[in-house]
């Protein structure tokens, strides 16, 4: 970086735009730029709702932004993800504890027409989803939302997890048997409260 | 290792298929990081298209100049958080932007520049009408939440530090507050922001600072007139400037580089006098100190 002729000595203008602040508060910047709204889906998905997942969002970046010096650049959504799973089973406690009913989407979002009808069943849908994802271990949860809903390869969650290839796919394999059970039980409960009607 | 396909791809029932798919609901309101980056001191949201480049760049700049000077807080913490309102048009566009950042990207490498592939957005191409209803929402509350972060601010002049440093303390103890173990409860609600939704607009920072970017410009290039142009007309738009200390030096080390010593003096004189510790007070004296020795050539301006 070149220094401005006519920059005053020890004040930081600079002749081009690359002036930076503080290393780790450009790298924390990056970090919320880059990650934020994976970490906010995945600890919804880890089953923290309404207006819980921004604060537990903050959350896991507040332990990022201490422990920054800790985490090794490469690392630094493994990092994210593990601190959000720790995070969303606190804030689950929290939430049973308060007997919490989950804030109804529906409520704080604006009538999306001409498509309202089919967002208000997406909508029930992802509650019935939430009740599924419940039923699973943890640790089925995890692989089978990061392979199912996020989207990722098995390496990558291999690695965001810490965990062999193999056992990521034997997860897998396990969490879809019990999600596939588990949404046939909750349809055929369905079907027979229907029918008891 | 092949993947498995995804349900999704293969043989999901349709049961299957309704749930998988709502999960596409999942969208964080841009409020929330609007929230945390200012909770975390950073600059809050607006630039994520290009955080590293343009007008956080040139806010970085000026976020240094008041870090190196003494005043420091009121430079970088007021520059912080009054940038908050002022980017409601910027977070507005990455709200649109968004679902177009979506794409598919598993085979981007983790860690890879969060800007120019989402590695996290793995959302498949037929979520985006639903992901964008969810983030036309996200936005309106995004502009509410910028708005609100920049929270009884005062206005960053030179008298105005006392604000900054309570604004900078906050933050700082924030950070504090949570600590290492991811369990701690307590964190900050994205609520604990005042609302002033209704505070009159300021004028955009990033206008400021590249208008004043202009004058340093041409003071950089030997161009002293045209700095000093550029400085009234800096004056002439911002009737309540954030960057007037910023300003003040610039002006005095223009009007020294034209040989404009009494004004120099004028200028610096009436800087010092309202706040003799302020942002660039030795960077002031020192200029006019220089100028008050030389005996030179007054075409150029005074070194320290």
């Known amino acids: ?55 537990a969002t903050q959350r896991v970046f507040l332990i990022a932004a201490r422990r920054l010096g800790d985490v090794r650049p490469e690392a630094e959504r493994s990092f994210l993800f593990q601190s959000a799973v720790r995070v969303a ?48 271990p943890m640790e089925l949860r995890l692989v089978f939302t990061l392979f199912e809903l996020e989207e990722l390869t098995m390496a990558e969650i291999a690695t965001l997890l810490e965990l062999p290839q193999g056992t990521v796919a034997s997860r897998l394999r396990r969490a879809r048997e019990s999600f596939r059970d588990e949404v046939a039980r909750a349809q055929s409960r369905r079907k027979s409260g229907k029918n008891d009607r | 290792m092949s ?61 240094a100049i008041g870090a190196v000077a003494g005043a420091v807080t009121s430079g970088s913490v007021q520059v912080v958080r009054t940038f908050a309102s002022s980017n409601d048009e910027a977070t507005r ?4 932007t968004a679902p177009a950042r979506r794409a598919r990207a598993s085979s981007a490498p983790l ?106 410009s041409a003071l950089t290039s030997n161009d002293a007139r045209g700095a000093l142009a550029a400085l009234d007309d800096y004056d002439r738009r911002f009737s309540a400037p954030r960057l007037a200390p910023e300003a003040a030096l610039l002006r005095v080390e223009a009007l020294l580089a034209v040989g404009r010593r009494t004004e120099a003096r004028q200028v610096g004189e009436r800087w010092l006098s309202r706040d003799p510790s302020g942002a660039h007070a030795d960077r002031l004296r020192a200029l006019l100190d220089d100028a008050s020795r030389s005996t030179g050539d007054q075409s150029k301006p005074a070194r320290p």
């Open chain 1, 1 to 55: 970086m070149r220094q401005a002729r006519l920059a005053p000595e020890g004040i930081a203008i600079r002749t081009d735009e690359t002036v930076e602040p503080a290393r780790d508060d450009l790298r924390l910047r990056r970090l919320v730029d880059g990650h934020y709204d994976f970490v906010w889906r995945s600890l919804r998905r880890l089953g923290v709702l309404g207006g819980d997942v921004d604060d």
């Open chain 1, 89 to 136: 089973a606190d804030s689950r406690r929290t939430q049973r504890r308060r007997h919490e009913v989950p804030a109804d989407e529906a409520g704080d979002r604006p009538d999306p027409s001409p498509n309202a009808e089919e967002l208000l069943d997406a909508r029930q849908a992802r509650r019935e989803l939430d009740r599924v994802l419940d039923s699973l």
């Open chain 2, 3 to 63: 993947d498995l396909e995804r349900l999704l791809d293969t043989d999901a029932t349709d049961a299957e298929r309704r749930l998988l798919r709502s999960a596409r609901l999942d969208a964080a309101p841009s409020a929330g990081k609007a929230h945390l980056l200012g909770a975390l001191g950073l600059v809050a949201a607006g630039t994520a298209s290009a955080p590293a480049s343009g007008a956080a760049a040139l806010f970085a700049k000026w976020i």
């Open chain 2, 93 to 96: 566009r990455e709200a649109v």
């Open chain 2, 111 to 216: 860690g890879a520049a969060p800007n120019e592939v989402d590695p996290s957005g793995a959302v498949g191409k037929d979520a985006l009408a639903l992901n964008e209803s969810a983030l036309v929402d996200g936005d309106r509350a995004s502009s509410n939440g910028a708005r609100a972060a920049s929270a009884g601010e005062g206005r960053p002049t030179l008298g105005g530090r006392a604000n900054a440093r309570d604004g900078r303390q906050k933050t700082v103890d924030f950070r504090g507050k949570f600590g290492e173990s991811p369990g701690v409860p307590g964190a900050p609600s994205a609520t604990a922001f005042p609302d002033v939704s209704e505070a009159p607009r300021e004028p955009k920072l990033d206008v400021e600072v590249r208008s004043l970017d202009a004058a340093r």
